[in-house]
């Protein structure tokens, strides 16, 4: 059964914008993030001050994970918002499906699409690094790796959350403006110092803050499954009389 | 109606604020019977479609397809039920052909030709490559009669599977659901206006208003209520009845509710039967002829013109 979910919800998507979006920001978000990074070490090693926005100290991760959480939102809540925007729900609660599969069999999509992204996202700054020749200044490939995929697999933790509002508020827009207020205000207030403060990023927070691994571990493990079952939960109950 | 329904609802009431979208619905469905429930806007007709499929969740009472209970857990029950929304949806970025098979796919349906032979039945085979989201309101509406039928259902349930459709369209899915109804027997609960066509098909009609299931009838019954006839409201109905009998000579009448009788004479004798009633000082509240079609007798009754039986 969720591999049929699967198949159809890849089907959907194939041809959809928002996935090119997606792709967009992760990859364009990384592209930029070196470029930056490569900006702001240059200002900050020839003393010529700093612009407003930019600091000395800005690494790659600093500028683009905040881009990739945004592009793994988009997506989450493009999947999960859709059908309740263009009356898709209703043929997907009268197939003979169990409503917990569609949840699980759509986290696979998405979590197979995150991986996908920061994978495209690392491949896009090797790129950049080798066309930069700033491997004097900015951690290597491998260090980039990490950061990507580990923020990556945090934030896939924190996904079921944002999939819970698509289903709860019924549609794409009330989830990605939800989770897009509290990352433009966590970043506009105090950047990953207060982020790490919301439950919602807690895990990603954790993960580039270097927290014990099992208290990360622990944490993402139940915001995940907590995530996931106030989904299920949502979709099951979901009372949907016009 | 028969035993061992095919579907049934059985108590089903539902408030929004103060708002009654179900008031004590009840009803069921016999293998292979077409109930058409007719009514106007807001009459109650897709909130009680959507509770029966279990889209939308009743504040009281229940709804079951084949014995089982509507609800999460009876998921399997779907692989035997075909469901048209009001609002036919279409899945962006995949063709109509894909859109259907992806439907069947759901329904763990294998058949290669099910979806081109569902797109067939409602006429739009030539648009199988099409994005299925392209498609006009009226050719979405076929698509998702092909999604409903695709897979062989044994139960349909169709809220206004001919709304805004052309004559040869809505001609074409008239013959398909009597094909459907004769050939196959799929039960079906059909939600329609009454000039729409599907009453004719109907073993039995529903009438909606406000929220409740204000009348019923079988196919007889219909028939035998839409001839034409004289109402009368009547403060004592057992007086007014000996006055039709032994002064009037009139058999042919039922006393229905209360104080309404309902005598199946032309219209042209209304005035004699007032002035027998009240001269034997009977009073008399109100006095019509009915003297329309069936779908005029309908209308009648969804919007409350008419008295329900």
């Known amino acids: 059964m969720i591999g049929r979910l699967i198949t159809a919800e890849v089907a959907g998507l194939r041809r959809s914008l928002v996935v090119w979006l997606a792709v967009l920001l992760a990859v364009g978000g990384s592209v930029v993030a070196r470029m930056m990074s490569w900006v702001t070490h240059a200002i900050g090693r020839t003393e010529l001050g700093t612009l407003p926005f930019l600091r000395p100290d800005m690494g790659w991760s600093d500028m683009a994970v905040p881009l990739a959480l945004l592009a793994y939102l988009i997506v989450t809540s493009y999947v999960f918002g859709r059908d309740f925007e263009d009356g898709n729900i209703d043929l997907l609660l009268t197939a003979p499906v169990r409503r917990d599969a569609v949840v699980v069999a759509r986290m696979v999509v998405i979590a197979t699409g995150v991986l996908v992204l920061s994978l495209m996202g690392w491949g896009a700054d090797v790129a950049m690094r080798a066309v930069l020749v700033t491997s004097s200044l900015d951690p290597g490939s491998a260090t980039s790796a990490t950061a990507a995929f580990g923020s990556a697999i945090a934030a896939i933790a924190t996904l079921p959350l944002v999939a819970w509002a698509s289903v709860r508020f019924r549609g794409v827009l009330p989830a990605l403006g939800l989770g897009i207020a509290i990352e433009v205000a966590v970043l506009a207030l105090g950047g990953f110092t207060l982020m790490r403060t919301l439950p919602w990023f807690l895990p990603m927070s954790l993960a580039i803050g270097g927290a014990a691994l099992w208290l990360e571990v622990s944490l993402s493990v139940l915001l995940f499954l907590g995530g996931l079952a106030a989904t299920v939960r949502a979709l099951r109950t979901a009372d949907l009389y016009e | 109606m028969a035993s061992s329904p095919v579907i049934e609802a059985i108590r089903l009431s539902k408030t929004q604020g103060r708002r009654i979208l179900l008031d004590d619905v009840s009803f069921s469905v016999a293998r292979g019977d077409l109930l058409a429930l007719v009514g106007e806007a807001s009459s109650g007709k897709t909130a009680l479609l959507r509770a029966l499929v279990g889209l939308a969740h009743s504040d009281t009472g229940s709804a079951r397809i084949m014995g089982e209970l509507v609800g999460p857990g009876a998921y399997r029950v779907f692989e ?92 074409r899915i008239l013959d398909l659901l009597r094909m459907l109804s004769l050939e196959r027997e799929t039960t079906m609960v059909v939600a329609t206006r009454v000039a729409d066509g599907v009453v004719e098909l109907a073993s039995h009609v529903g009438v909606m208003r406000g929220g409740g299931l204000v009348a019923e009838f079988d196919r007889e019954g219909l028939r035998e209520r839409g001839r ?6 009547v403060s004592d109905p057992p007086r007014a009845a000996l006055v039709l009998e032994e002064q009037l000579g009139l058999t042919d009448f039922a006393v229905c509710q209360e104080h309404l009788i309902r005598i199946y004479v032309p219209g042209s004798r209304i005035s004699e039967i007032n002035s027998a009633l009240v001269a034997d000082g009977i009073e008399v509240t109100r006095l019509t002829v009915n003297a329309g079609t069936l779908e005029e007798l309908l209308e009648r009754l969804s919007s409350g013109e008419a008295a329900s039986p």
């Open chain 2, 80 to 171: 035997r039920v075909g469901f048209l929304p009001a609002d036919p949806p279409a899945r962006r970025g995949l063709s109509v052909r894909r859109d259907v098979e992806t439907s069947l796919s759901l329904a763990g349906v294998r058949e290669p030709d099910a979806a081109r032979r569902a797109l067939a039945l409602v006429g739009i085979e030539d648009l199988a490559e099409k994005p299925a989201h392209s498609l006009s309101d009226d050719s979405r509406r076929l698509l998702g009669i092909a999604r409903a039928i695709a897979h062989s259902p044994e139960l349909l349930v169709l809220d206004e599977p001919t709304r805004g459709l052309g004559g040869v369209e809505r001609r």
């Open chain 2, 228 to 233: 034409e006839h004289v109402e009368v409201v």
